[in-house]
């Protein structure tokens, strides 16, 4: 795979360091000098001294032969600017950008960016998925945090105890995925019942994730 990255400070420097042992073919483009002088001698790949947002130094990256372009500047608006230009001017399929504003995250998708990473927003979701919220996890997030993945612990006071699925009139925007019982891993039907102690795995909206919530626990 044929990789070209944009930005050679520290974040693209250790992902070069990162994706090497994978014998992809890669090349860095930088407008400092000292580091593009650093990457060459340390690190032994092609190196570009120029602007990520060029054309003609994106020409000389060779990146229309590229299979992803990484934007990882330390500019939110050259990173964009790169993506779209890989993207439209060289017709590189996946394009992925740093962002360091999370805010920018929606615009760069709506832009046409595949990967919008902000370091921000995963630290976030990482300290999230760690927190249990009076027996709701979330265990994932989706569509771009639109869909979220949750994990609830049916406790002595819920209202589902004993009752079959079939029966409670679950709200069809909740996806029922498993219900873990012990040891065991249940695929729920409208037969299953559910238990007190029992971990269900649920798909909803992250803005009904609440109503999740009441509906499982009360």
Excluded at 114 to 125: F, K, M, R
Excluded at 183 to 190: E, K, L, R, S
């Amino acid at each position: 795979m044929y990789i070209v990255i944009a930005g050679g400070g520290k974040i693209g420097y250790y992902l070069i360091k990162t994706l090497q042992p994978y014998k992809h073919r890669i090349t860095v483009i930088e407008p400092q000098r000292e580091l593009c002088e650093k990457i060459a001698n340390q690190l032994n790949i092609s190196v570009v001294n120029g602007d990520g947002t060029s054309i003609e130094h994106l020409t000389e990256s060779e990146l229309g032969k590229a299979d992803i372009f990484i934007a990882v500047t330390g500019r939110d608006e050259e990173n964009l600017i790169a993506c779209q230009l890989a993207k439209r001017k060289f017709g590189v399929n996946r394009t992925i950008a740093r962002v360091n504003n999370p805010k920018n995250i929606t615009v760069f998708e709506k832009l046409g960016v595949d990967i919008a990473v902000s370091s921000t927003s995963i630290i976030a979701d990482l300290i999230e998925q760690e927190v249990d919220y009076s027996g709701v996890r979330t265990l994932m997030k989706l569509k771009g945090g639109k869909i979220t993945l949750s994990e609830l612990v049916i406790t002595p006071e819920s209202g589902v105890i004993n009752k079959k699925l079939k029966d409670l009139n679950i709200p069809k925007d909740f996806i029922l995925i498993s219900v873990i019982r012990d040891d065991a891993v249940i695929i729920p039907n409208g037969d299953t019942m559910l238990s007190e102690g029992d971990y269900i795995i649920a798909a909803s909206s992250y803005t009904e994730q609440q109503e999740l919530k009441e509906f499982f626990l009360g």
